[in-house]
């Protein structure tokens, strides 16, 4: 059986989420990893069974994120203010629809 070092379990490749680190051989990002751990309190354990990872991997791309902390970071929040401009910009149908509904009932 082959070992994988630290370096073998995260890569980046342009194109491909983004040019985002990820898990080596899947397109689970770094970003997900901290997402699932630090944000939604799952653990290693957790991650590793619901996205058939090895524990290597999560904690690898954990040890990633600790060493680049800075930059994804950056990153997440760009992201997530690029949502939030979206979320400005286009107006949910379903809540328009409720709350003529709810205007409809009332009148």
């Known amino acids: 059986m082959a070992t994988k070092s ?3 379990h995260i890569e980046i490749t342009p194109g491909i989420v983004g040019g985002k680190p990820r898990i ?3 397109r689970i990002t770094v970003e997900n990893i901290v997402i699932w751990h630090e944000r939604m309190g799952k653990c ?14 999560v904690y ?3 040890a990633y994120y600790f060493d680049h902390r800075a930059e994804i970071d950056q990153s997440m929040e760009e992201s997530e203010a690029f949502v939030e401009e979206l979320r ?15 205007q409809d009932g009332k009148d």
């Open 6 to 8: 630290l370096d073998q």
């Open 24 to 26: 080596a051989g899947h």
């Open 44 to 57: 290693a354990d957790e991650i590793a069974a619901e996205y058939d990872l090895s524990l290597s991997d």
């Open 60 to 62: 690898a791309a954990l």
């Open 88 to 102: 400005q910009r286009t107006p949910s149908r379903l809540l328009e629809k409720l709350q003529r509904q709810m």
